[in-house]
């Protein structure tokens, strides 16, 4: 699994899973750079951008007409997002966690599985549909940027 920015200058890995936001001194900064898929996958601590991320992800790829299905990960996608919905709904149900920083080592570690699932299945629409990773990221947090400066963070609607 690649590992993802915590903060500027630092990567998670997975004994990271132990900290927490509010104790960001728990988590480990990345130990040396080692192999963690086949060669030409990412290294640990190697910071990993959206457009390499696609580019590696869509290598798995493995569903009907790929390159020409916007369906098959549009579903995915839904589905993926549902599963990690039911992990905090699990973790919600059975230990009445609904803050992150409660969870443990292993619940974070589950979770953060749903979400790289989630992640590729972005990641293969986007790709469907001719769009960088990178250009839907940025085009994201230019909207949020937009909207917050226009104090419509909340309220309903794309166009807001």
């Not at 898929?37 to 990412?42: D, N, Q, R, V």
């Not at 972005?122 to 909207?147: F, G, H, Q, T």
């Amino acid at each position: 699994m690649p590992c993802a920015p915590i903060r500027k200058g630092s990567y998670r890995t997975e004994n990271a899973f132990a900290g927490n936001r509010r104790n960001p001194a728990k988590q480990e900064v990345a130990t040396p750079e080692v192999h963690v898929g086949p060669p030409g996958l990412f290294l640990r601590g190697e910071k990993v951008d959206f457009n390499e991320y696609q580019k590696q992800a869509i290598k798995f790829a493995t569903y009907p007409n790929v390159g020409s299905n916007l369906i098959y990960p549009a579903l995915g996608l839904a589905n993926e997002a549902g599963e990690a919905a039911g992990k905090i709904k699990h973790f919600w149900r059975d230990r009445g966690i609904d803050d992150g920083d409660h969870l443990t080592s292993e619940e974070k570690k589950e979770l953060a599985k749903e979400i790289g699932d989630v992640l590729w299945y972005c990641a293969a629409l986007a790709d469907e549909a001719y769009l960088d990773l990178d250009d839907v990221a940025k085009m994201n947090i230019e909207k949020l940027a937009s909207r917050k400066e226009r104090g419509t963070l909340l309220g309903e609607g794309d166009n807001r």
